[in-house]
């Protein structure tokens, strides 16, 4: 009897081996089981199927465990993730690898450490002893190591038990991984939990009756709130010193443990309701009756309109059936805001799905999920939250449904995640609402044309007026040397008069540190990256040059290196040059700067988020990290230093992205009962996506895009397939692209652009072309794609371009 399974490779088949009639029985698809593979090496892969036919091209191996008592995947993840391969032309191995947590899926490579937090060696196996010693002399072992010394059939088990345990830990490749913010919390000493013990602890306390009254205190909290009490609820709620905790601490009367704040943020707040406004309660309603008729509705509502007010309600009538909720986020670093809000309102049915989580985390999600009755009816989560075991979902939220970020780059799967939510919910018969103040022209194509239901609202809740914009046209600016440094003296103005009023700024430049490159001003030369196609970005406080493609520093050189003349300038301007030019401008004014550079720590982002939001923070400078649905209630002046960089992009999209960008920063300023403003400097204040800005007309912008990509075949009248190639060698890369263009050409009668290098033309040493294929919408996708892997098969098995690497982006 065999099963077929998904091996956790970049392969395109299922894999078939043989089962006894036992394990046959037992086994369901959606169970894990290690098999061997290659050589030596052995895998935690997918059961899909069950069957009694022998494999014709090879001779099936046992399976060395069955892993799972039951299923952890549905039958309809199976689905949607085959959807995922074919749609996306990657592997299923790669959607596999993808999908599941790391710790759910050991093999050989897999490489694990002592956790250095966990000390309590008792309760565990001889053998599993075996693996713990080995981590005292080395700081890692794989579990190909392992095998020396453990039977192969029993390792993955035995490390998965570990593992849960917190005795193990899996060394992960993310550079950062999340490390939850932990909370003090006390209890009592278990042995005092008896009433004597109880009875015989107090008595010695008669000499401390702030420690006794402590104790007291404690049980009385206890009685009334059942819940866990953290250390500082405790001190609050009973007026007592730290001393007297201290105290306790030390007598060992009381202990401390620490939870993730994570989990306890979920308290539901007594008595929080949310009442819809008119408008919203309208808007509620036209939802609701779009999604009759509609499996996806495009709720297209401007800027602090409380589309998460109206999230709330739809998702309250979901959960009310018994069914579950998705609500897709572009990043996690906006859920700070929104978890706290449907946090408050929900309480422990939510469980959030960070891109920052570790394995353990992510595990703890999945299994939350499988649990039957599970108190988690809603996850909140970035788009990996997609491959989560959901098993009645009921509807799928994607809040700004226009961010790029949904769409993966790299690697595979490159899925969109509004796209492939949209083909989770039909499999799950469920709703899906797409939210934004500035839709896609993709989703708004499709809610024109009566594909999606549209719902649109125009009025900011409490009738905040939206905010007016001002254009400032920089050439004028600079002939009439009305400029301090980037600043027009009307943005100044108006920055002096929000300070005055005691409210908050927010700046935007799209570029980082001090100026994109630096030139001599005697030979032209610019300082480039070695490895990669780019100038080399400037930064005035470490005093480097910097690659933001492979990450190349070197020290800012004091000549040119070309002709040792002394003459170097800085051209173009980021967020570290518009920081110091404001702290010279307004010396006694708190100023900070938030983009990549400024927010790698963990929390250093929630940090700067917080500050801002205390008023700790004047002016905020910062990049496209800005346009995020923040929401800030003192700030009331916005500046688009530059607007010009936004629009000069070259992709099809530019426009699109440079109007949905300045629109969501914009809507930034003014919330609650202030009148907001917003300046844009410009060289090209006519440029209609501009004017488009200025009006706050998002459907004069989709007009114009609309009839542009109409008359170009772009998107969404034609479907577009990027390949990209990469090689080392800048001839051979040549060739065997025009090679692979040719073929397509002669194969598919369709438009077909390229080869092309892009902008960057070369990155890490490896040189990069493109080619475009262009397929209308009434033509066949499926069999296309058919064509285009056969192609690509051909492709790789010519020998002169073996080594040149391509990638694909279906929906570039
Ligand atoms: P959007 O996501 O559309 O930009 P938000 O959901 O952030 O807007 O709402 C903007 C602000 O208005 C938030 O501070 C929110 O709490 C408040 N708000 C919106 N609707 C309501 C409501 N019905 N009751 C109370 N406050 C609301
Ligand atoms: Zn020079
Ligand atoms: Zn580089």
Redesign the pocket.
């Known amino acids: 009897m065999y099963i077929n399974v998904i091996l956790p490779l970049a392969l395109d088949k299922t894999f078939t081996y043989l089962v006894n009639e036992e394990e046959y029985k037992f086994i369901v698809p959606g169970m894990r089981v290690v098999v061997p593979f290659g050589k030596s090496k052995h895998y935690t892969a997918l059961v899909v199927e069950k069957h009694q036919n022998p494999p014709t091209l090879y001779e099936a191996k046992e399976i060395l465990q069955l892993i799972d008592e039951s299923p952890i995947v549905t039958s309809i993840q199976i689905e949607h993730w085959f959807w995922l391969a074919s749609y996306y032309l990657c592997t299923i191995g790669e959607v596999y690898k993808a999908a599941f947590p790391s710790g759910l899926i050991l093999e050989s490579e897999t490489i694990l450490n002592a956790n250095e937090n966990t000390v309590e060696t008792t309760n565990v196996s001889d053998d599993q002893y075996l693996i713990l010693e080995a981590l005292q002399h080395q700081s890692s072992i794989s579990l190909a190591e392992i095998e020396k010394f453990i039977p192969k059939k029993k390792i993955v088990a035995l490390v998965q038990d570990l593992l849960q345990k917190g005795l193990l830990q899996i060394q992960e490749e993310v550079q950062e991984v999340y490390k939850p913010k932990l909370v003090k919390y006390i209890k009592l000493n278990n042995s005092f939990s008896t009433p004597e013990a109880l009875q015989e602890v107090l008595a010695t306390l008669n000499k401390a009756p702030k420690q006794k009254e402590a104790i007291l205190h404690y049980f009385q909290l206890q009685a009334v709130e059942k819940k866990p009490i953290s250390a500082n609820y405790f001190l609050e709620k009973t007026g007592l010193s730290d001393a007297v905790l201290k105290g306790l601490l030390e007598k060992a009367i009381f202990e401390v443990y620490y939870l993730n704040q994570e989990r306890i943020v979920f308290e539901k707040e007594e008595g929080y309701e949310?009442?819809?406004?008119e408008a919203?309660q309208e808007t509620f309603l036209s939802i609701r009756e779009q999604l009759v008729s509609h499996e996806v509705c495009l709720f297209h509502?401007v800027?602090?309109?409380?589309?998460?007010?109206i999230y709330i309600k739809l998702i309250e009538e979901t959960i009310s059936k018994g069914e579950q909720v998705l609500l897709l986020l572009p990043e996690i670093a906006l859920t700070t805001q929104l978890v706290q809000r449907l946090a408050a309102y929900f309480g422990n049915q939510i469980a959030v799905f960070h891109s920052k989580y570790n394995t353990n985390e992510r595990i703890e999600v999945w299994q939350k999920l499988l649990k039957p009755n599970s108190s988690t009816k809603i996850v909140l989560g970035v788009r990996s939250a997609l491959f989560l075991p959901f098993t009645n979902l009921g509807l799928i939220v994607v809040d700004e449904e226009h961010e790029a970020t949904y769409k993966q780059q790299d690697p595979a799967p490159r899925y969109h995640a509004r796209d492939a939510a949209i083909v989770l919910a039909k499999l799950h018969q469920a709703k899906v609402v797409l939210g934004s103040?500035t839709p896609s022209i993709e989703s708004y194509y499709n809610a024109k044309s009566g594909k999606y239901g549209l719902v649109t609202l125009t009025k900011r809740?409490n009738d905040t007026a939206l905010p007016e914009v001002h254009l400032i046209d920089l050439k004028d600016k600079y002939f009439r040397k009305r400029m301090d440094g980037h600043f027009s003296d009307e943005l100044l103005s108006r920055m002096h008069e929000t300070l005055a009023n005691g409210e908050q700024i927010m700046l935007f430049q799209n570029r980082r540190g001090y100026s994109p490159y630096i030139e001599c001003m005697t030979c032209g030369h610019v300082p480039q990256c070695p490895s990669c196609d780019v100038s080399l970005t400037y930064y005035k406080y470490k005093n480097t040059l910097s690659c933001h493609y492979c990450g190349y520093s070197m020290a800012k050189p004091t000549h040119c290196h070309q002709c040792h003349s002394l003459d170097l300038s800085t051209k173009g301007f980021g967020t570290e040059q518009v920081e110091l030019e404001l702290k010279k401008l307004f010396p006694d004014k708190q100023i900070a700067r938030m983009d990549q550079d400024t927010t790698r720590g963990k929390f250093a982002f929630e940090k700067l988020l917080d500050a801002f939001k205390n008023q700790e923070i004047d002016i905020l400078i910062g990049t496209q990290m800005l346009a995020k649905?923040l929401?800030f209630e003192h700030v009331t002046l916005v500046g688009i230093l530059n607007a010009d960089n936004l629009l000069n992009q070259p992709y099809y999209k530019a426009y699109e992205r440079a109007f949905q960008m300045m629109m969501q920063v914009s809507?930034r300023s003014g919330?609650k009962d202030k009148l907001g403003s917003v300046v844009i400097q410009t060289y090209n204040p006519l440029h209609n996506t501009i004017q488009q800005v200025v009006n706050g007309n998002y459907v004069a912008m989709y007009e114009e895009q609309i009839y542009e990509r109409r008359n170009f075949k772009y998107p969404p009248f034609y479907r577009l397939v990027q390949l990209k190639l990469r090689h080392k060698e800048y001839a051979k890369l040549k060739e065997g692209s025009m090679w692979l263009y040719n073929v397509l050409s002669q194969t598919m009668s369709l438009p077909i652009l390229g080869p092309e290098e892009p902008a960057v033309n070369r990155i890490r040493n490896e040189y990069i072309r493109t080619i475009l294929i262009k397929i209308p919408n009434t033509s066949n996708l499926s069999a296309t794609k058919l064509v285009l892997k056969k192609v690509l098969t051909s492709f790789e098995a010519v020998p002169q371009y073996r080594g040149v690497k391509v990638t694909i982006q279906v929906d570039y």
Do not use: M, N
Not at 274 to 277: D, E, G, K, M, T
Not at 303 to 309: I, M, N, P, Q, R
């Open positions: 949310i009442q819809l406004s919203q509502g800027t602090a309109s409380g589309k998460t007010e103040a809740y649905g929401d809507g919330r």
